[in-house]
């Protein structure tokens, strides 16, 4: 994915919709902006709502996916009520 462009006044740069359209990118979308050696780099973002972000936090994403094979394999154990889950709570 190359294409060339041109800084516009207030720098501003326009993305090709060519690149826009296979990054499926938006007016308004979010980008972070990282200098490199060798050029700039954007990545596009989405922003989580702050009362949200521990749950995006790597550890946390981490025992999710633990969680995931877990269940995946049959290794989780399911309560119909709340009685029967503290019993197996107690248990385990």
Same mark, same amino acid.
């Given at each position: 994915m190359h294409s060339i462009g041109k800084i516009q006044r207030s720098f501003q740069v326009t993305i090709?919709? &060519?690149l826009r359209k296979e990054l499926n !990118? &938006?007016?308004g979308d979010i980008v972070l902006? $990282?200098?490199h050696e060798d050029g700039i780099l954007l990545k596009p973002q989405? !922003?989580?709502d702050k009362g949200q972000t521990w749950f995006w #936090? &790597? $550890?946390w994403q981490e025992e999710e996916k633990k969680i995931d094979e877990d *269940? $995946?394999?049959g290794d989780t154990?399911? #309560?119909n009520s709340v009685d $029967? *889950? !503290?019993k197996d709570l107690h248990e385990v």
């Open positions: 090709p919709s &060519k !990118l &938006k007016v902006i $990282e200098g989405s !922003l989580i #936090s &790597k $550890e *269940f $995946e394999k154990l399911v #309560s $029967e *889950f !503290l």
